[in-house]
């Protein structure tokens, strides 16, 4: 599915979040980490890091990655797979921004609610 | 095989053991219920003495939590005795009814041996035994000049006499033979041992036979056959155990002096197992720790059905009383078919002794010096012919072989499951098959592929030692270690390059010195920051989004993803108002801890990151500011009463820390920094292990640096005498611009000291007055940027968005 056909809620300005930090999005099936790099581009993940869940959204953001604060696992932003030696991974929204304004997929956020 | 149902009783180390290794290898073959008569978890009973002794909490030493249990499906039943059981019904009965077995293990332990004297059962009369006498005994020492007599000097009474001694009390150790430890020890070592006790304070009474205990409402005093009496407040009986095997008895099972096993660990009805100290092996009964191991492996495979079988192996002992190294392993009885080896260093305090029979080691003991104690037991273990090496054999490892001492030698020699790191239990096998499979050369590989050294990092060293072993010239130690990954430039380079070339911001910084990552790393980042805070205070825009969560949101993040928040207290002194304010903040935001912290201020745990700003909002109304409890910065400065209050203070020292963390709160450093001030040489704000303290005496300030407590522990070097307040604080300040200076992100003062030298710092701190001055209003400089209050500064909604929900999808958005 294209970003054409994917239907897309809106969550806010881009200029909501910080570069190189994330804002907290809260759903009923737990809260999601939208990360914004330097480059602008906007990602999210469930703001759970597998190891021990710690809220990835208090990471540092680096490239297109975002290191957990309590026990410094590395994450792809993109794929939700852990960096490094570490074996894990993190459910990804899809995530873009049109206009000034950050979207996720409703699809993907509605999959999030029916698990 | 489900469902089948498994019945332990007894909640020990033997039964922990076993069904950790049952769980590892059939996690569903049985429904496991587990009573225990003590009502907690299972622990390290052999860690008890530390915990007396106060160099360990019992949190440090349990081994199996409620929640370790739970995960493994474990019905716990604690507090609940077993009193029978009915081996027709295959039942076993409780206060609370009876609950059915398919297999039994009965691994009820030992009792203590009480001696049966007039008076054992008054109140002050303890064992040490479990955590309630661990308890009962803290108790009796906490009063001033409380005196204790412990009754045996084997092992157990010996570690008791030195804890409770450490815990300040008078103690006497009456030992019925004639040395100590005469099970593990020959006469001469017993001797080294008893002198060194007596220097600790510790009166030691051999051939002492226990007439009665007296007293009237509670020991009071312990008589002896030979009419000497020694006053007690509290009596400790450690003259050794008996296996606990009442249930087993009453049931019909063959017990001699403890439950008979074959070597699959089967009493005498095939269905009931029986394991650990309660045991009777081939007319052997064990209480160390090795052995009772080895059946908790038999016994798990015997319940899956498994071929296994226990062989008593040789165990060596070691007295656990920090300070003193002892090592006695095998046999050291003399004998006309014995031929012995003695080394003796009466001024070193050393002494060795190994027991030869036909050309191999058949005991050791080793006292004083005890690195090769290991090596001896592995030859007896082996049972190695030594006629080649005899003549060097007592000098130990080191000299066979006329080899060069070579360090790693000792790392070489260790088995492939000697634990290398505690923090996270991974062994040398582990580690040397990773570095060979997936090719590692350096420290961070293997710790990001081991988890080994990556904790604590007290074990780097030998990790260190493991990689030249396995990689021989391919690793090289001395090889600058690169900041982090994005960069091949060590931490003195990038902060010399900061100063010289002039970059003045993170990009500036990663572009000029060729970073290889586009925008660093969760390890890099926050050490740039800092670098161009401290070098640049007043041009530098400090970069939040390089901040650990902690720095950024100016709270602690804990386990659980909600904060705690420390105010600052000046000096750790408080007033009515401030508590009031403390209690109210409390009692609005349901806050579920407070705690006092170790730095003389209060913490509260548990605040949901949404609540900051109104806590903080709240808290600054009554005069409050942060404490910085999460800075690598300025913490805390702690005192005590001093002139104000104490009849030996010297100097306000009270006075001068408020002062000095006035002067010097909100200053950024490389790693945390705390301080402390000392009314007097007695020094209880304990200065002699801060990052810099202060002693104060009649004549003046004496400065102290380097001290560490946390991973190492390390009393403070001097840096010198000051004769004023105001020179105290000018040497501090201007000491603390110059570890800002040159410290690596995340260097303790302490290791930082070490590597420029301690010289090199008192040579420009006390005696180049210039030098001084100038990192002095370096530092005043950089406080005019740093002193503002962040709390104060987010109430007033600065970087709001870090404690607000971005926005709140419903259900009905999201479909």
């Known amino acids: 599915m294209n970003a054409e056909t994917r239907n897309w809620v809106e969550i806010g300005e881009l200029s909501d979040i910080p570069r190189e930090g994330a804002r907290v999005v809260k759903t009923a099936s737990g809260c999601i980490a939208v990360f914004r790099t330097a480059d602008d581009e906007v990602f999210a993940l469930d703001d759970r890091c597998p190891h021990k869940g710690g809220p990835l959204s208090q990471g540092i953001v680096h490239g297109l990655s975002v290191t957990c604060p309590l026990h410094n696992w590395v994450f792809d932003l993109s794929t939700g797979l852990a960096r490094g030696a570490d074996e894990g991974s993190v459910p990804v929204t899809a995530a873009r921004v049109d206009n000034g304004k950050v979207l996720l997929a409703a699809d993907d956020l509605a999959r999030r609610t029916a698990e | ?815």
Not at chain 2, 4 to 14: E, I, T
Not at chain 2, 261 to 284: F, N, W, Y
Not at chain 2, 392 to 419: H, K, M, N, S
């Open chain 2, 1 to 815: 095989m489900k469902n089948q149902k498994l019945v332990v009783v007894g909640a020990g180390m033997a039964s922990g053991r076993m069904l950790e290794h049952l769980f590892e290898t059939a996690a569903d073959a049985y429904d496991v219920t587990l009573f225990g008569a003590e009502p907690r978890g299972n622990y390290n009973r052999i860690m008890l003495s530390p915990v007396l002794a106060g160099e360990k909490t019992f949190d440090e030493i349990v081994t199996h939590d409620a929640a370790w249990y739970e995960q493994h499906g474990v019905t716990c039943r604690f507090g609940e005795t077993v009193t029978a059981i009915d081996r027709e019904r295959k039942t076993v009965r409780t206060s609370q009814g009876e609950t059915a077995y398919d297999k039994l293990v009965i691994a009820t332990g030992s009792a203590p041996f009480i001696i049966p004297v007039a008076g054992k059962d008054l109140p002050g009369v303890r064992a040490f035994r479990d955590l309630d006498d661990v308890d009962a005994m803290v108790d009796a020492a906490g009063k001033p000049g409380a005196k204790a007599v412990v009754i045996g000097g084997g092992l157990l009474g010996l570690e008791a006499a030195a804890a409770l001694r450490l815990r300040g009390m008078e103690v006497v150790v009456l030992h019925l033979m004639g040395h100590l430890m005469e099970r593990q020890l020959d006469p001469a070592a017993g001797f080294l041992l008893q002198k060194e006790l007596e220097g600790r304070g510790i009166k030691i009474h051999c051939k002492a036979q226990t007439k009665a205990i007296l007293g009237e409402e509670k020991a009071e005093a312990v008589l002896l056959d030979d009419g000497t009496v020694y006053p007690a407040d509290l009596v400790v009986m450690a003259v050794g155990i008996r296996p606990e095997t009442r249930i087993a008895t009453d049931s019909g099972l063959q017990v001699d002096r403890g439950i008979l096993v074959d070597d699959q660990m089967r009493s005498s009805d095939p269905d009931i197992l029986a394991l650990g100290e309660c045991v009777e092996h081939k007319k052997t009964c064990y209480g160390l720790v090795a052995p009772l191991y080895d059946m908790a492996k038999v016994a798990a495979k015997t319940l899956i059905g498994d071929e296994a079988a226990f062989r008593p192996v040789e165990t060596a002992t070691q007295l656990k009383v920090t300070g003193v190294t002892l090592y006695s392993a095998g046999d050291f009885a003399e004998g006309d078919d014995r031929e012995e080896i003695v080394l003796r260093d009466a001024s070193a305090g050393v002494y060795k002794r190994l027991v030869l029979k036909d050309n191999r080691i058949l005991g050791a003991v080793l006292y004083g010096e005890t690195s090769d104690g290991s090596w001896f037991f592995d030859h007896l273990k082996k049972g190695t012919d030594v006629s080649q090496m005899r003549e060097t054999l007592i000098f130990g490892q080191a000299y066979q072989g006329g080899a060069p001492l070579d360090p790693t030698a000792a790392v070489a020699a260790l088995p492939d499951d000697a634990e290398i790191c505690g923090c996270n239990g991974v062994c040398k096998g582990k580690i040397v098959s990773t570095i060979k499979e997936k090719g590692l050369t350096t420290l961070d590989g293997v710790r990001a592929h081991t988890k080994a050294s990556n904790s604590c990092g007290t074990c780097t060293g030998l990790v260190e030692q493991l990689m030249q072993v396995t990689l021989g010239d391919a690793y090289n130690p001395a090889a600058v270690t690169p900041m982090c990954g994005c960069t091949p430039l060590g931490h003195d380079e990038v902060r010399r390059l900061i100063k010289s070339r002039r970059l003045k911001s993170i990009p500036a910084v990663m572009q000029e010195l060729e970073w290889k990552t586009s925008g660093g790393c969760a390890k890099c980042r926050p050490a740039l920051n800092y670098y161009l805070v401290s070098d640049w205070p007043d041009e530098y825009a400090d970069d939040y989004q390089s901040r650990f969560i902690n720095e950024r949101v100016h709270a602690n993040i804990q386990k659980d993803g909600t904060y705690s928040v420390v105010p600052r207290m000046w000096g750790g002194m408080t007033s009515s108002k401030e508590l009031r304010a403390i209690a109210d903040v409390v009692d609005k935001f349901n806050i579920p801890a407070v705690k006092c912290t170790g730095g003389q201020r209060i913490d509260m745990l548990g605040i949901r990151k949404e609540d900051l700003p109104a806590v903080w909002a709240d808290l600054g109304k009554a005069g409050f500011v942060s404490g910085q409890a999460y800075a690598k910065g300025l913490r805390t400065v702690k005192t005590c009463v001093g002139s104000d209050w104490c009849r030996f203070g010297t100097q306000d020292s009270t006075g001068l820390g408020v002062k000095l963390e006035k002067f010097m709160w909100g200053s950024w450093t490389p790693a945390k920094l705390k301080m402390a001030v000392s009314g007097c040489p007695r020094n209880c704000a304990e200065a002699t292990c801060k990052d810099i303290g202060i002693i104060c005496v009649d004549s003046g300030y004496e400065i102290h640096f380097a001290g560490a407590a946390g991973l190492d522990i390390k009393g403070t070097e001097v840096l010198g005498m000051v004769r004023t307040e105001e020179d105290a604080i000018e040497y501090v300040a201007a000491l603390t611009q110059m570890y800002r200076e040159q410290g690596h992100y995340l260097e303790r003062i302490y290791k930082w000291a070490k590597r420029i030298g301690y010289d090199e710092i008192r040579r420009q701190i006390m005696d180049d007055a210039a030098m001084r001055k100038a990192y002095f209003d370096r530092f005043v400089f950089s406080q005019k940027f740093a002193q503002v209050d962040p709390w104060s500064e987010r109430v007033s909604g600065k970087d709001k968005h870090e404690f607000n929900p971005m926005a709140v999808v419903t259900r009905e958005a999201a479909e």
